[in-house]
């Protein structure tokens, strides 16, 4: 049995990992300028007409978990599916680790191998689970590692069964996920997204589909992840109690720019700026 | 005229022949209709440009012409072309081929049901676009379509009875045959009638299944 420990030291080792890539300098183009793990440069994203996001420049540092918040509509979930590659910006640059996903260094377009190894590092937790209904619970867990990473099947097998055990549904390995609450579906997910090793983490809205007593159980699995492992946490949510606990920093969004961003302690108790207060006002009531 | 018992008996082998070749022609046929119908389908969604163009030229050219001037033209025409395909091969590939486009319009519809989501998800896993049609897409098609084409493979078995008109020995041929040879219609084309009824039993009830299984 693989006990909570065995779990940290995992991702310690995975942080390691990534740490040991960044000194090797020649990895990376941009490898002797300061490393984030992920960056926005003047990203402006439109649909049609209406222009969702408004050069936008973020960046996280790796292992920083760093909180999006903000009205309805303001662009959060935007952010995360650009970085996701999930829709391409209008405008500007977005880097993992030094390495654009968008162009090479020729600004030129990359190739589906070259957009697939730089946006490996990335992965992404989203509201309705997404599990794939009509595979297992470790059939969705291995599909990933044994096509993608070419993990033998033993191994996969057990990597997702020490992902399983840490997020309590080691017992539901063979259940399909329509058999789960969803609470239960959304922590599978999670894990799905971990025996990835990610070096960022997107979580969208995640327990935003869940009653509240559900919402604890993943968040809780959330707070284990931001606190034992080094992985950058880029997240998306209305748990206000919850953003403050986790994050790093927060960003407040408002119509597609950051309007102020710091420490939770600042944000929460002395925000800056107008519309944060406003905001934070409108949700701290309910 | 009376019902012969006699006659029945002695024409029983006949059909009998006649319900082989219906089989394999429906089964050769179904499979390269749920296979092309399939492959047309996938064409349709990667494709944005030529592939797409030449699905839709398929579809049309193959859901509006009948099937008795497509048989036709494959089994007088090409001979004159100086090409000869003997009769039962043509009637499986143009049966195969005409359910293929009908078959592709039901897979085309139960891609559509399935969420973006899923294909998100797909992109957050990196997973390779062949991966992604091979283990997800493909079977949740399948899965999603399978009552839909049931039906179309029970209309294609009861349409492999056009395949008498290029001689092929299906069940409607054998008893066309033998009501011409004996100038007795009624038992033959009696016992046809009743023997596709009874073939499309088994059909009825894997649908009923489904139907129960999604209720
Ligand atoms: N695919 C799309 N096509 C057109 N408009 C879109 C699309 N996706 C998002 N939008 C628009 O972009 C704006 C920002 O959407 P986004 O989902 O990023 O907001 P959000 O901050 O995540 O909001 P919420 O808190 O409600 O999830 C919205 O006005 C939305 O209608
Ligand atoms: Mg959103």
């Keep these: 049995m693989l006990s909570a420990t065995n779990f940290s030291q995992q991702l310690q080792f995975e942080s390691n990992a990534v740490d040991d890539s960044m000194d090797e300098g020649g990895a990376a183009p941009h490898a002797k300028k300061m490393m984030w793990s992920i960056e926005f440069e003047k990203v402006s994203k439109s649909f049609g007409s209406h222009q969702v996001l408004v050069d936008l420049d973020l960046q996280v540092r790796p292992g920083e978990k760093v909180t999006l918040i903000g009205p309805s509509g303001s662009g959060k979930t935007t952010v995360l599916r650009l970085a996701m590659t999930l829709a391409k910006p209008t405008r500007g640059d977005i880097r993992i680790f030094g390495e654009s996903i968008l162009f090479d260094a020729d600004k030129k377009g990359l190739s589906a191998a070259q957009e697939s190894r730089i946006r490996r590092r990335c992965g992404m937790v989203f509201q309705q689970y997404n599990l794939f209904p009509h595979l297992t619970v470790l059939q969705n867990l291995i599909l990933a590692p044994t096509t993608v990473l070419r993990q033998s099947k033993a191994q996969a097998v057990e990597s997702a069964m020490v992902y399983l055990r840490m997020v309590g549904l080691q017992d539901k390995a063979r259940s399909y996920p329509a058999q789960l609450s969803g609470g239960q579906q959304q922590r599978i997910a999670i894990a799905r997204a971990l025996v990835m090793k990610p070096e960022i983490l997107l979580l969208d809205e995640i327990t935003s589909a869940l009653d509240p007593e559900l919402a604890g159980e993943v968040l809780d699995v959330v707070r284990r992840v931001a606190h034992e492992s080094r992985v950058s946490l880029l997240i998306v949510t209305h748990e206000m109690r919850f953003a403050r606990e986790v994050s790093d920093r927060i960003a407040v969004f408002d119509r597609g720019s950051i309007i102020e961003q710091g420490v939770p302690e600042k944000i929460f108790t002395q925000p800056e700026n107008e519309r944060t207060r406003t905001f934070l006002q409108s949700v701290l009531d309910h | ?215």
Excluded at chain 2, 36 to 46: D, K, N, W
Excluded at chain 2, 72 to 91: D, E
Excluded at chain 2, 196 to 204: E, K, Q, S, T, V
């Design chain 2, 1 to 215: 005229m009376t019902w012969d018992w006699a006659f029945v008996i002695k024409i029983l082998p006949a059909l009998g022949i006649g319900v082989w070749y219906t089989v394999v022609v429906t089964a050769a046929a179904s499979v390269i209709a749920l296979g092309l119908g399939l492959a047309l389908a996938i064409m349709e969604s990667v494709s944005k440009t030529y592939g797409r163009a030449f699905v839709l030229f398929w579809l049309e050219l193959f859901r509006g012409v009948p099937s008795l001037v497509l048989l036709y033209f494959c089994f007088y025409v090409l001979p004159q072309l100086g090409v000869t395909v003997p009769a039962i091969p043509i009637g499986i590939v143009v049966l195969g081929v005409v359910y293929a486009a009908y078959c592709s319009e039901v897979y085309r519809g139960s891609l559509i049901t399935i969420q973006g989501e899923l294909r998100d998800a797909c992109v957050a896993l990196h997973l390779r676009s062949y991966t992604k049609w091979r283990r997800i897409l493909v079977p949740l098609m399948a899965q999603r379509a399978a009552p839909a084409l049931l039906n179309y493979v029970l209309s294609l078995f009861r349409e492999t009875a056009v395949l008498f008109a290029i001689g092929v020995p299906v069940l409607m041929g054998e008893a066309n045959d033998i009501g011409y040879e004996h100038f007795r219609y009624l038992e033959p084309y009696t016992l046809a009638g009743a023997i596709y009824l009874a073939m499309n039993l088994p059909f009825l009830y894997v649908l009923s299944r489904f139907k129960d299984k999604h209720a």
